[in-house]
T-cell receptor, first 113, second 112 residues
């Protein structure tokens, strides 16, 4: 299994500001992902964080709004830019291990006022 | 586009009863996952089903996969209150690079 930590665990931010969320894994993993879970909803994939190259974004998500970094095989960041109340969600990073299992971090609960 | 549908979306059951949650998906998949989420918590991995006919059991939960019918089931046996949570299925489509598409989730409440 993989142990994943995220920082911050929660934050309350003002409209128009940006927040960077960190994801740290206790072992090297090839695949890292960022998901969003809006209140009372299911999870939606934002992007695949690629090590050493630009992230791959899903339909409806763009780099200008959700820039992602992946400097090595254990760490990634997601920035939520120019926030609006609609960005209030839980943001989760996940990793896929070589055993075809996917684990999720504890999540970052973001509230935008 | 891959679509994943769960039913029911809400399930209230009595302790000791059995019930099944269904997960249908629209295109050929590689793997199917079941997760549990408690309120305010992240997702806990329950099962990974890798091939047609796969069946996995852990305690009172049993998951199965029928790839021909594009259907997975999560069966609950003799439910207890501790099983109250939201259960998600997620499908990994072939050639998707491990990206998951989630169902809407089933909110399970087990009443004493």
């Amino acid at each position: 299994s993989a142990v994943i930590s995220q920082k911050p665990s929660r934050d309350i931010c003002q409209r128009g500001t940006s927040l960077t969320i960190q994801c740290q894994v206790d072992s090297q993993v090839t695949m890292m992902f960022w998901y969003r879970q809006q209140p009372g909803q299911s999870l939606t994939l934002i992007a695949t964080a690629n090590q050493g190259s630009e992230a791959t974004y899903e339909s409806g998500f763009v780099i200008d709004k959700f820039p992602i970094s992946r400097p090595n095989l254990t760490f990634s960041t997601l920035t939520v830019s120019n926030m609006s109340p609609e960005d209030s969600s839980i943001y989760l990073c996940s990793v896929s291990t070589s055993r075809y299992e996917q684990y999720f971090g504890p999540g970052t609960r973001l509230t935008v006022t | 586009e891959l679509k994943v549908e769960q039913n029911p979306l809400f399930l209230s059951m009595q302790e000791g009863k059995n019930y099944t949650i269904y997960c249908n998906y629209s295109t050929t998949s590689d793997r199917l996952y079941w997760y549990r989420q408690d309120p305010g918590k992240s997702l806990e991995s329950l099962f990974v089903l890798l091939s047609n006919g796969a069946v996995k059991q852990e305690g009172r939960l049993m998951a199965s996969l029928d790839t021909k019918a594009r259907l997975s089931t999560l069966h609950i046996t003799a439910a207890v209150h501790d099983l109250s949570a939201t259960y998600f299925c997620a499908v990994e489509k072939k050639t998707s690079g491990s990206r998951l598409t989630f169902g809407e989730g089933t909110q399970l409440t087990v009443n004493p």
